[in-house]
């Protein structure tokens, strides 16, 4: 049966990139609500693209009245499989760090170039095209496979709110495409917040696209420009001079991994406050966090099993009547949210600054003897011949929406990481690969 199975794929493979390349070329960044789209045209095109597609390959679908979700699903039994991915992206960013279109879904050098290409319209369409070559090869699926198509994965999840909302079944398990092999079994808390002062802002000042990215640049067009770069060039910071303005430069990572970033925000506000243009946020920004990405100075050796605390200043937003910090905060899985949140709070009222929560997802844990853990480890050393030893994560992904859910792939440990950065990328040969791994799993689940 393997065999066959591979060979389905195989014969699958120029369709499954030809509808990553589809779904790419849709620029499904959140945008502005309308009727029977609550997060914008795009993202409400994406997801009947999707819907129409599982229609064309097999599958009933359906979509929420309001636009929220969608989802599709074949099989048969009582018990329902859940199969969970996100069709928003974050955006692109810096435009000419990029080497192609980011919504043109380029192929080149044996990958596909382009924004949701790892993060997550190309895993959820594998697992998409898993299901059908089970389906061509005759196979009975004796439980019911769904997909859940998300659409707000990469801002509050009021997609997977709306799910339960209206009472839809819940999966008995399931996982989603949507981190890295072998399989995530601990999943850090999540915490979103603002800080934010009243006080005035001697300029205007504003940066970052997300909460869970590092930004990779910000603009200063203020007073002491001259004595700025002096400053930048002792710190060793890398910057570009334009007419009137100069850029910080950074390096952008996905907020789960901002110790392997470099964040302009934070590098811009060091050397303001060393120069003396201050504010509240900025010293704070400069003194309490600085390019600590552990935060130390709020909470000193903050670590457990699933790893350390991280902490991402995504977005800053100053101006004359308000300043407002915008915090990223991965929590390990044994420590509790109050804990943190009472030390931030304690350190943002030295600086006037208040405290408000945006987001919350609480950390999951499966041990490692969970049937479900045990599926996807064995058939995942059966096909790549490694050591399949579950993983923490920093990320926060839609196996915290149900319960005995885990994150599953898509990245390989010889792959590179490349979800929210510029030139983000999937390499055929991985994507085909973990094409094979989602069906044979599929398949093990519904024996």
């Not at 495409?177 to 934010?196: T, W, Y």
């Not at 770069?229 to 430069?249: A, H, N, P, Q, W």
Request: glycine letters at 8%; aromatic letters at 8%; proline letters at 3%.
């Amino acid at each position: 049966m393997r065999e066959k199975i591979l060979n389905s794929i195989d014969n699958l493979q120029s369709s499954m990139i030809e509808s990553i390349v589809e779904s790419i070329s849709i620029p499904s960044v959140i945008g502005e609500a309308e009727e029977g789209c609550p997060f914008g045209k795009d993202i409400n095109d994406v997801l009947d693209h999707t819907l129409n597609l599982c229609e064309k390959l097999g599958f009933k679908t359906y979509k929420d009245k309001e636009g929220y979700y969608g989802y599709a699903e074949i099989g048969n039994g009582e018990e329902l499989v859940g199969i969970l991915g996100h069709l928003d992206v974050v955006p692109a960013g810096d435009i000419n760090a990029w080497n192609t279109d980011p919504f043109k879904g380029t192929i080149d050098d044996g990958k596909i170039f382009g924004r949701g290409t790892q993060d997550d319209k190309g895993p959820i369409i594998s697992t998409i095209y898993a299901v059908k070559a089970l389906m061509d090869c005759g196979i009975d699926l004796n439980k019911r496979v769904r997909f859940i198509f998300g659409t707000d994965e990469e801002t509050l999840w009021r997609d997977m709110a709306k799910y339960n909302e209206n009472n839809e079944e819940i999966p008995s398990f399931g996982f989603t495409p949507d981190s890295q092999f072998p399989c995530i079994n601990a999943e850090k808390g999540l915490l979103q917040c603002i800080l934010s002062s009243s006080e005035s802002c001697s300029m205007v000042l504003k940066g970052g696209d997300a909460f869970n990215a590092v930004p990779s640049s910000i603009k200063y067009s203020g007073e002491k420009q001259d004595e700025l770069k002096v400053e930048l060039d002792r710190l060793g910071f890398e910057y570009k001079e334009e007419e009137g303005s100069i850029t910080v430069i950074g390096k952008s990572v996905h907020s789960q991994k901002c110790n392997e970033g470099v964040n302009a925000i934070v590098r811009l506000c060091i050397a303001l406050n060393n120069i003396n243009i201050k504010s509240p946020a900025i010293e704070f920004i400069a003194k309490v966090i600085g390019e600590d990405a552990h935060a130390n100075n709020i909470i000193e050796n903050c670590e457990d099993v699933s790893g350390k605390l991280t902490c991402n200043i995504g977005k800053i937003d100053f101006n004359l009547d308000e300043q407002k910090i915008f915090l990223d905060v991965r929590i390990p899985v044994t420590v509790e949210k109050e804990e943190f949140v009472g030390n931030l709070q304690k350190v943002a009222k030295e600086y006037s600054l208040g405290y408000e929560e945006y987001d919350w997802a609480k950390s999951i844990y499966l041990s490692e003897d969970h049937f479900l853990i045990k599926t996807l480890r064995k058939v995942y050393e059966e096909e790549t011949k490694l050591d399949s030893k579950p993983l923490s994560s920093g990320g926060a992904t839609y196996a915290r929406a149900i319960d005995n859910c885990v994150a599953f792939g898509i990245v390989f440990p010889w792959s590179k990481k490349t979800e929210h950065q510029p030139n983000e990328y999937i390499s055929i040969d991985d994507l085909v690969k973990a094409t094979q791994i989602y069906a044979l799993t599929i398949y093990e689940l519904t024996r």
